[in-house]
């Protein structure tokens, strides 16, 4: 079956840096989502990725779908405290709805 | 807020009893999914509800079931429960399939 995976599972981050994490799929994606969650929140919805090497920014979020809709990036410039928690990406392919999540890169920022 | 809620938010139970989850969708929205997290870990697709019909499952045993009602809100039901069933069981409302899923709180289930 489909597989999501993320690196890294950990990222400590120095408030006012830059950092990617990166998401791999095991087959080609219809579409890419990403969420954020707090600590002990829900997933909150992020954004959706749909064509191939798409790129969308949100402020200081920089998301990206490769080429062969088998990988994503999701890349923060000039982190804050408020970046904090843990990060997923989620993906479905062809005629299957489900989303298949990645174990997240889980960030904490030094102040 | 996604306007998604679950209940009980927090619920207790012993090897071998029975729990209904409850979720309510965001209004205008006829597709359910539900998910179950374990503690650091990516929520795993359980199933899925489109218009009161179940639409793909994950690979959860059956004792894993589902309803969905036609003001399109949900159960998850899970039998016979064991200790691995401890987690975080999240639900997802969307407008249609494949749309992007607005998540609720969660039900953190404790099975002692």
């Known amino acids: 079956g489909q597989q999501v995976m993320q690196i890294p599972q950990y990222q400590h981050v120095q408030e006012g840096e830059d950092f990617t994490t990166y998401c791999n799929s095991s087959?080609?994606?219809?579409?890419i989502q990403w969420y954020k969650q707090r600590p002990g929140g829900h997933p909150v919805f992020l954004i959706q990725?749909?064509?191939?090497?798409e790129v969308k920014k949100q402020k200081r979020l920089t998301f990206q779908f490769g080429e062969a809709k088998k990988n994503s990036s999701l890349h923060i410039t000039a982190t804050q405290t408020t970046d904090v928690g843990t990060y997923f990406c989620?993906?479905?392919?062809?005629?299957?709805?489900?989303?298949?999540f990645g174990a997240g890169t889980t960030v904490t920022v030094r102040a | 807020e996604t306007g998604v809620t679950q209940s009980p938010t927090h619920l207790i139970k012993t090897r071998g009893q029975q729990v209904t989850l409850r979720c309510s969708s965001q209004?205008?929205?006829?597709?359910v999914s539900w998910y179950q997290q374990a503690l650091g870990q990516g929520p795993q697709f359980i199933f899925q509800y489109y218009r009161e019909e179940e639409n793909g499952r994950g690979n959860f045993p059956p004792r894993f079931s589902g309803l969905q009602f036609p003001n399109y809100s949900s159960e998850l039901n899970v039998n016979a429960l064991e200790l691995d069933d401890s987690a975080l069981y999240l639900c997802?409302?969307?407008?249609?399939?494949?749309?992007?899923?607005?998540f609720g709180p969660g039900t953190r289930l404790t099975v002692l």
């Open positions: 209004s205008g929205h006829n597709t």
């Open positions: 997802a409302s969307s407008s249609r399939l494949a749309d992007t899923q607005y």
């Open positions: 990725l749909v064509k191939s090497g």
């Open positions: 087959t080609t994606l219809s579409n």
């Open positions: 989620a993906g479905s392919s062809g005629n299957d709805y489900k989303l298949s």
